[in-house]
């Protein structure tokens, strides 16, 4: 499998109460480093309502990389729902989303980091 920033995989995807997950899709954010094959990934929902402004992203079926994102219906990027887990543990390749799209969640998410560390500094 060809794994790079962007592609859109399923994993089964731990819930916030570490009660095991389901199987979800997800967008690879970033290999991190070492040897162990680790990804930052964060999760994606149909539940659009769940949007916070600012933040997540949603992919719309009228967008550009929807129709290679591999997703069925129009999507929520939900920047806040981060795991890091094996390449192992990926099933497969659904998909990818936009260069421009990924830029801007990998931006939102330094900045957001970034924002923390100046705030904790002080």
């Known amino acids: 499998m060809n794994l790079k920033p962007g ?3 399923l994993v089964r995807f731990p819930r916030s109460d570490l009660e095991k997950g ?3 899709p ?3 954010l ?3 480093p070492g040897p162990f094959g680790d990804w930052l990934i964060c999760a994606l929902t149909s539940q659009l309502q ?3 402004d600012d933040w997540d992203e949603v992919i719309n079926a009228s967008d550009p990389d929807f129709s290679t994102s591999g997703l069925k219906c129009p999507s929520l990027i939900r920047l806040g729902k981060l795991a890091t887990v094996e390449s192992a543990v990926l099933e497969g390749v659904l998909g990818e989303i936009s260069s421009e799209r990924l ?3 990998l931006q939102r998410l330094g900045a957001y980091l970034q924002k ?3 705030a904790t500094l002080r």
């Open 116 to 118: 923390q560390i100046t």
């Open 103 to 105: 830029k801007r969640l």
């Open 50 to 52: 769940h949007k916070v």
């Open 30 to 32: 970033s290999s991190l």
């Open 26 to 28: 997800i967008v690879l």
């Open 7 to 9: 592609i859109v995989s």
């Open 22 to 24: 389901k199987y979800r």
